[in-house]
């Protein structure tokens, strides 16, 4: 028989795992927003001449930027998103993988505590 204190404690650290997946999803929600953003960015940049003059919003201050340059930036911003995206969704996948298994145990010890 199971002692009520091993539940607890797994139901603890279920809960810890929960919060932390929660967390990730969030901020991979975050990020996503970021890149789709930055994707928006570039192609309407594709759509303007080079000739046009282009303005960047830095804090509360507009800065003039050659195209060139500013699309260069985004795509470095956006290559570091990506790297930062496919990190988390590893993070999320071992903590799904985590939380199915405790879950389950979790269950088998209710089960064989009754």
């Known amino acids: 028989m199971v002692s ?5 404690k797994k139901i603890e650290q279920f809960e ?13 929600q975050k990020l996503k927003q970021q890149y789709d953003e930055i994707e928006n960015a570039l192609n309407e940049l594709s ?8 303005y960047k919003l830095v804090g509360n201050v507009m800065i003039q930027r050659d195209k060139e340059s500013l699309i ?9 998103l990506e790297i930062r995206l496919q990190s988390l969704e590893k ?6 993988d985590k939380l199915e298994k405790l879950q389950a145990e ?9």
């Open 4 to 8: 009520q204190e091993e539940i607890n």
């Open 16 to 28: 810890a795992l929960r919060q932390t997946y929660y967390a990730i999803l969030i901020q991979k």
């Open 47 to 54: 759509k303007i001449e080079n000739e046009k003059t282009i």
């Open 72 to 80: 260069n930036e985004l795509k470095e911003k956006k290559e570091i």
């Open 91 to 96: 993070q999320e996948e071992k903590l799904k």
């Open 106 to 114: 979790l269950e088998n010890l209710l089960k064989s505590s009754k």
